[in-house]
């Protein structure tokens, strides 16, 4: 069974420009997390999507990130204009269904570097 | 929101020694707890997960234990061998995955 796929593994941009990541869960998986791991901490959720409804994105700075996931399928996370805070792995994660108890898949991330 | 706190933040251990990390969490509401295993550069990948109705459960080598009266949760590892090496992180769920800060772990052989 194919993994979660991500892209790009890694991006260099300057602040106040615009970056844009794309995911691509397990064939099947109805649920779509979004997570923000900065270095040395544990990954914070920044959006869930159930299909292609937003469960859940109280932590998703809405002034500067959008995320989208049009046909309930694939994903991608923008984050316009970035700041040197945004440094961080972007990884994308993807389970069978929305529960609590729904084992997550994480793929391998988007490293961020904001200069 | 929940809180996730995790001990120690680093851990050394000689090869074949036995490891422990320790959870807390705040929200009474969390009924699910996995723990996740994170190499350097790559993608956190479940390692074994318990969830509110069961005290231990383990596999192989690696045992978590689950104390609901006073919301804490541990990882064991017995005869540590060096691929354990990484950064392990707790987390606690009531419908939103909360993570720890992570240990780093290091089996010196």
């Not at chain 1, 991500?6 to 991006?11: A, D, G, L, T």
């Not at chain 1, 159930?50 to 700075?61: I, K």
């Not at chain 2, 192989?60 to 949760?73: D, G, M, S, Y």
């Amino acid at each position: 069974e194919a993994g979660v796929a991500q892209s790009p593994r890694y991006k260099i941009i300057e602040k106040r420009q615009s970056v844009a990541f794309w995911c691509n869960p397990i064939s099947g998986h109805a649920t779509l997390y979004w997570y923000q791991q900065i270095l040395g901490q544990g990954p914070k959720l920044l959006i869930q999507f159930q299909n292609n409804g937003v469960v859940d994105d109280s932590q998703l700075p809405k002034d500067r990130f959008s995320a989208e996931r049009l046909k309930g399928v694939d994903s991608t996370l923008k984050i316009q204009p970035a700041k040197l805070e945004d440094s961080a792995v972007y990884l994308c994660a993807s389970s069978l269904f929305v529960g609590e108890w729904e084992t997550q898949y994480f793929g391998p991330g988007t490293r961020l570097l904001v200069l | 929101g929940e809180n996730v706190e995790q001990h120690p933040s680093t851990l050394s251990v000689q090869e074949g020694d036995s490891a422990v990390i320790k959870c807390t969490y705040s929200d009474s509401a969390s009924n699910y707890f996995p723990w996740y295993k994170q190499e350097l550069g790559k993608r956190p990948q479940l390692i074994i997960d318990i969830r509110s109705n069961v005290g231990e459960k383990k596999d192989q080598r690696i045992a978590v234990t689950l104390n609901k009266t006073a919301k804490h949760f541990s990882l064991h590892i017995t005869e540590t061998q060096p691929e354990d090496s990484a950064v392990y992180f707790c987390a606690a769920s009531a419908g939103r995955l909360s993570f720890g800060a992570g240990t780093t772990v290091t089996v010196r052989a």
